[in-house]
């Protein structure tokens, strides 16, 4: 499956789900990314994206299954959202939450938590987002870009907030 850096909207790998080997896959030979939101990639030549922060991997992506997953560093895989056959959004995630906010006494520093059912912390990362924040600022084109279009984690919450709103009932 082919995955592209977040930030970047290049480096495009060709990541392997099952083991989390990947490699890069040459410019000229993988489709253009477009700037739809990963929440919306399923079906799209490249259905996800990646960042890596403290040399760590995450990725964010539609299986050919139609499952949202969200893949840790560590192999784990969190299964989000699915869209079925009749195209209704069912919530897999069974009380996974990811949480964002600024880390306090750290200025420029963001901690994601992903914890579980039961509210305990199942991963933690701080991580330098203003980069991100940075880059956002100076992007001047004349599409609608989103600070999500730039930070990964920023995109994660965002794709989960805008599926969860869209579920049935």
């Given at each position: 499956m082919l995955l592209y850096r977040h930030h970047t909207?290049?480096?495009v790998i060709d990541f392997a789900q099952a083991s989390g080997h990947w490699r890069y896959v040459e410019e000229d030979r993988h489709p253009s990314v477009s700037a739809l939101s990963v929440a919306y990639r399923r079906?799209?030549?490249?259905?996800g994206t990646y960042t890596v922060e403290d040399q760590r991997m995450y990725c964010m992506y539609w299986t050919p299954e139609n499952v949202l997953v969200l893949h840790m560093p560590d192999q784990r895989r969190h299964a989000l959202f699915r869209r079925g056959a009749d195209e209704e959004l069912q919530d897999l995630r069974q009380g996974l939450r990811v949480e964002l906010a600024a880390t306090p006494g750290r200025s420029g520093y963001n901690t994601l938590r992903i914890s579980g059912a039961d509210g305990h912390a199942i991963h933690q990362l701080t991580y330098h987002a203003l980069p991100y924040a940075l880059l956002y600022g100076a992007d001047f084109s004349y599409n609608d870009r989103i600070l999500a279009d730039w930070d990964f984690f920023e995109g994660l919450k965002d794709a989960i907030e805008d599926l969860a709103d869209r579920l049935p009932g």
């Open positions: 909207s290049g480096d079906g799209d030549p490249i259905p």
